[in-house]
Structure formats: C-alpha cells, structure tokens
C-alpha cells in the first residue's frame, strides 16, 4: 500500500528548518529598520537645519535656547511661518512630541550658531551632531 502526504518527522524537520532561518532573519529585519528611521530622522533634522536657515535670515539670528527638544523648535518655526507641519517622529509615527526618548533631538543656541544633536533608538547616544 502507497500512502502520500508527509511523515512527522519529515515535518518537524521542516518547521525547525523554519525556525532556524527566522532566528536569523528576524534580527536583521529589525536591525534594517532602525537604520531605516535613523536615516528619516536625519532627514528631518536637515528639514529643521533649512528652516533654521531661513529663521536666521529673517531674524538675524537663530532661535534663543538651550536643550530645546525637537517638538518645542519645531513649534518655535510654525509658528515663524517656516514649517507647515510639525515633523514626524520615525520611531513613534507621531509628530515630534516633548516626550519622545527614541528620534528625539536637542537643540541649543551658541555664540556663533546652534548644535543640534539626532538621538535614534537609544536615547544616550547620538546618532549625528550638528554644528554651524
């Protein structure tokens, strides 16, 4: 007698093969995302970098303050007609909030320009600094 389909142990081979494949696939995947939203943030920080620009020479200056967080520079140009939008937050989906801790940014006033520092998915370390 023929019998078809499958035996028990040809599947259970087949489904750890699966699983081997996903421990290593998953850890990638989730790797790529995050380079995937820090490279988004950046791209929001250069959105704030050009608005920052045009502040300066509608004002002769930049915005006054230390440690500002992204959502209260943000505001800051809204409301000086040079973002139309608060930008988003890549790790959240939301726009940029005072509570952020992963896509957060700082921002802070110095002698001759500003520095504004890109924090990605961990909140202690910057992934770029920016200086002018």
Known sequence: MHR????????????AIMGL???????????????TKNTTLKSTAHTLEMALETYLLDNSDYPSGENITGAALGTTLIEAG?????????FTG???????????????????????????????????????
Do not use: C, H, W
């Open 21 to 35: 494949l996903g421990m290593v696939a998953i850890p990638s995947f989730s790797a790529i995302q995050n380079k």
């Open 94 to 132: 939301n726009a940029l909030s005072e509570t952020d801790t992963k896509g957060s940014l700082d921002y802070s006033q110095t002698d001759s320009g500003y520095t504004l520092i890109i924090y990605g998915s961990d909140p202690d370390t910057p992934i770029e600094t920016i200086v002018r």
């Open 82 to 90: 040079l973002l139309s939008t608060m930008p988003k937050n890549p």
């Open 4 to 15: 078809s389909g499958f035996s028990l142990i040809e599947l259970v081979i087949v489904v």
